[in-house]
């Protein structure tokens, strides 16, 4: 099966930035959208943005207020999160997915998951 793998994460203090990179390997890639997760400790996982495998339509969670861009590289290997003006309750383990439906916020709908990349944000 395929495989996804999260990288750039770490610690930033408030106000910087971090790009967040998942990598495709395995399989051919043939899911319609990929998006990007997050889950703090003792909190529910929770959607940050996803972006469609031909387009490249992109859907983002509210509470992302313009700071963050979700984009792939041409050959749809590999899809980013860019993270600026990063606050401390952005403080998660962010974890790409790959899924069938597009827009879609829900974990239902994805059916790969990346092990998880730690992003901490703290002064």
């Known amino acids: 099966q395929e495989q996804l793998a999260e990288s750039g994460g770490g610690l930033v203090q408030p106000g910087g930035s971090l790009r967040l990179s998942c990598a495709a390997s395995?399989?051919?890639?043939?899911?319609?959208?990929m998006g990007w997760f997050r889950q703090a400790p003792g909190k529910e996982r929770e959607f940050v943005a996803a972006?469609?495998?031909?387009?490249?339509?992109?859907y983002y969670a509210d509470f992302v207020k313009g700071r963050f861009t979700i984009s792939r590289d041409s050959a749809k290997t590999t899809v980013y999160l860019q993270m600026n003006s990063l606050k401390p309750e952005d403080t998660a383990v962010y974890h790409c997915?790959?899924?069938?439906?597009?827009?879609?916020?829900?974990?239902?709908?994805?059916?790969?998951w990346g092990q998880g990349t730690q992003v901490t944000v703290s002064s």
């Open positions: 972006i469609r495998r031909s387009g490249g339509s992109t």
């Open positions: 395995g399989r051919a890639f043939s899911s319609a959208a």
């Open positions: 997915a790959s899924g069938w439906v597009f827009p879609s916020g829900s974990p239902g709908n994805y059916n790969t």
